[in-house]
């Protein structure tokens, strides 16, 4: 990925790299679709490793915080692990909770819901990981390049 634009402006990402972001959620759907078609896992796997994406009950999730390890993410899976990284990716991008470490340049990625019962709202997280900035970059630029295939 080359990027031109080295101002910081929002969160310590640049403007090219805040674009990257809502290019990818604005294309997300067309994603899945190629991935569900194309099956890019291999490709996928290299960057974020099947083991490195822990199944956990939505109970549990917030459980995690203080175990997770760099490059792992805690996660309930909705339909196989990449699909499921990809969406709390997406999710956590789009609701304000993809925030940058510039200290150790990792991504904190949380993806919740929100439930209301009888009258109160509660907060439920469904993805709890930690990533390079540079892998969660690299998917997206991988994802991103399967659309002009």
């Not at 196989?80 to 991504?107: E, M, V, W």
């Amino acid at each position: 990925m080359v990027i031109k634009n080295k101002k910081r402006i929002i969160n310590d990402l640049t403007t090219d790299e805040i674009t990257l972001l809502y290019v990818y959620c604005a294309n997300f759907d067309k994603i899945i679709e190629l991935y569900s078609k194309n099956k890019f896992k291999k490709e996928f796997n290299k960057i974020v490793p099947d083991k490195n994406i822990i199944e956990v009950k939505q109970k549990d999730v917030l459980n995690t915080k203080n175990k997770c390890q760099h490059n792992q993410m805690y996660c309930v899976i909705r339909k196989n692990k990449p699909i499921s990284f990809l969406t709390h990716l997406r999710n956590a991008i789009a609701h304000g909770n993809l925030i940058y470490f510039k200290d150790n340049n990792t991504y904190e990625i949380i993806d919740k819901t929100i439930k209301k019962h009888k009258g109160n709202r509660i907060e439920f997280y469904t993805a709890y990981g930690l990533y390079a900035k540079d892998s969660v970059l690299d998917l997206i630029t991988l994802c991103l390049s399967k659309l002009n295939n």
